[in-house]
């Protein structure tokens, strides 16, 4: 039997709590919610990790370390992620639950209090963050967005969301740019902590056996010391209108790469004015989000044009990626056939068995999210933001009543925005 609650219980800050026997590990997370900014993405990427490293009571790894393990080997580690035009970063914890362990042990409230204290009481020097942390911090930052170009797939899907999106929030990388984090100071780090502690909204998601009224009560505690200024509403993420008459863009880049990275990013309209998430999951299921999909039984198995090709769509923001590895030579044929993919869903060509593989792959989905805490915890992260009344269970059936005229109403939204290949360097004969 599960049981969920949800209340804001302090200004800004809404908790979630998901009352469940099914699992022996809890787990609790706190999340600041925070519009995406190049001139503050990379501070918000970092920060998690500067808290990490020690509180006023625990000033350094070593010390949080036994602490933790005196909690039965609780974790909490730092989340960072990207929802929409959002960026969410904070701290997520599992822990044994407090209901199947010897005694009366409070690793819950212990776990809720320290990750209370990395948030609001991180170890400090003269008033600021220590600077040996936010040192180590920032070049640990530019290592991995530097390190983001060695994985070609993940540079060329970061590219085109840049070009795609250039001038919209969404297309300011999750971590920043390498120029702003190569600019963070203690001073301005410190400065920008304290502001978003004060008027960031924040979500607070527990799943175990406590009963809501406890959970409530330890979270209350370990954000007692939360400042609380002119709390900003939660960012939107902006969804453009499609322009009928505007012209795909074409970008090629050379790099020293063995295999191309075709990528290409579709905006989706006027399926986004009233979104039927369950009809969306299934339409990318159908076109390239799972192994049953057009995409891969078409274009990378029956064909053979791509190594890998398969699509992904953002629900927040109303737009579709489909993310191809080919040989150089294949650039033009590969790319016709994932638009002529596209246009067979677009004219209801679905056959029956691939409307139900794509269901069956969304409802698998859900229900293995649903299975097991962190999961859990993803999934009404994402409820909250998109600001969804019905439940994961209820997505998933409404996912499974999806009809193949959805589909093709979705796909005829579709909309080739943009197309970045990153291609091999040219060699002199």
């Known amino acids: ?61 070593e010390s949080l370390a036994a602490e933790l393990d005196d909690m039965y080997g609780a974790r909490i580690v730092p989340a960072l992620r990207k929802k929409g035009e959002i960026q969410c970063l904070g701290f997520y914890a599992d822990f044994p639950d407090d209901a199947f362990l010897p005694g009366r042990e409070k690793v819950l409230e212990r776990t809720a209090g320290l990750m209370g204290e990395m948030l609001l009481s991180p170890a400090t020097s003269g008033g600021r963050l220590r600077p040996e942390y936010v040192d180590t911090e920032r070049e640990n930052l530019i290592s991995d ?40 100071t203690v001073h301005s780090l410190t400065k920008h902590y304290k502001e978003l502690l004060a008027t960031s909204p924040m979500r607070v998601f527990y799943c175990g056996a406590a009963k809501h009224d406890y959970v409530e009560r330890v979270v209350r505690e370990a954000l007692s010391g939360l400042p609380r200024a002119a709390v900003r509403p939660v960012p939107e993420t902006h969804v453009p209108d499609s322009d009928s008459t505007a012209q795909a863009r074409y970008v090629t880049e050379r790099m020293d790469v063995g295999q191309g990275k075709l990528v290409m990013g579709y905006r989706l309209g006027e399926a986004m004015r009233r979104p039927d998430h369950a009809a969306l999951m299934v339409f990318n299921a159908v076109y390239g989000g799972a192994v049953t999909s057009k995409l891969f039984a078409n274009v990378r198995e029956r064909l053979s044009l791509c190594y890998y090709a398969s699509s992904s769509v953002d629900r927040l923001k109303g737009a579709m990626f489909v993310s191809s590895g080919i040989e150089f030579s294949k650039y033009q044929e590969a790319m016709d056939e994932i638009e002529r993919q596209l246009e067979a869903v677009k004219n209801g060509e679905i056959s029956k068995s691939e409307l139900e593989g794509a269901k069956k792959a969304v409802v698998n989905a859900l229900y293995s999210a649903l299975d097991e805490p962190g999961g859990l915890e993803s999934l009404y992260l994402d409820k909250s933001i998109l600001g969804l009344s019905i439940e994961p269970e209820d997505l998933a059936a409404m996912a499974a009543l999806v009809t193949a005229e959805q589909v093709s109403g979705i796909a005829s939204h579709a909309k080739l925005d943009t197309v970045y290949f990153l291609t091999g360097e040219e060699r002199d004969a």
């Open 145 to 184: 967005i530097k390190a983001e170009i060695n994985d070609k797939r993940v540079y060329a899907s970061r590219r085109l969301v840049e070009l795609m999106f250039k001038g919209e929030r969404y297309g300011i990388n999750t971590m920043g740019s390498l120029q702003e984090a190569e600019k963070i």
């Open 1 to 61: 039997m599960q049981e969920v609650y949800n209340k804001e219980i302090m200004p800004g800050v809404e908790l979630t709590c998901i009352h469940t026997l099914k699992f022996k590990t809890g787990c609790l997370s706190m999340t600041l919610l925070v519009e995406l900014d190049k001139k503050t993405a990379s501070m918000n990427a970092m920060l998690p990790d500067v808290l990490r490293r020690g509180t006023a009571r625990f000033p350094n790894m």
